[in-house]
């Protein structure tokens, strides 16, 4: 595990400036890519254990981001 940080510019590059654009003009897409950072983190500081959690919550987390990155992508893509 490499426990690099998924960050959105880097899960979509060929959207940075969709990305730049709907953080501005669309409320909802903005909460959800705060929302997607805040988890990304957390998931990097207990990859990195800088704060450490169980398994089963690392797990949880990670479904939330990927939940919250098809939600994401989705807009992205519609």
């Known amino acids: 595990m490499t426990h690099v940080p998924h960050e959105l510019h880097e899960e979509f590059p060929e959207h940075a400036d969709r990305i730049h654009e709907l953080k501005v003009s669309n409320?909802?897409?903005?909460?959800?890519?705060?929302?997607?950072?805040?988890?990304?983190?957390?998931?990097?500081?207990?990859?990195?254990?800088?704060?450490?959690?169980?398994?089963?919550?690392l797990e949880d987390m990670k479904k939330e981001r990927l939940a919250l990155k098809d939600e994401l992508a989705g807009i992205l893509h519609g």
Do not use: G, S
């Not at 998931?43 to 800088?50: F, G, N, P, S």
């Open 27 to 57: 409320a909802h897409f903005a909460h959800l890519a705060d929302k997607y950072h805040e988890v990304n983190r957390a998931i990097h500081r207990a990859e990195t254990e800088v704060e450490p959690t169980d398994d089963f919550h």
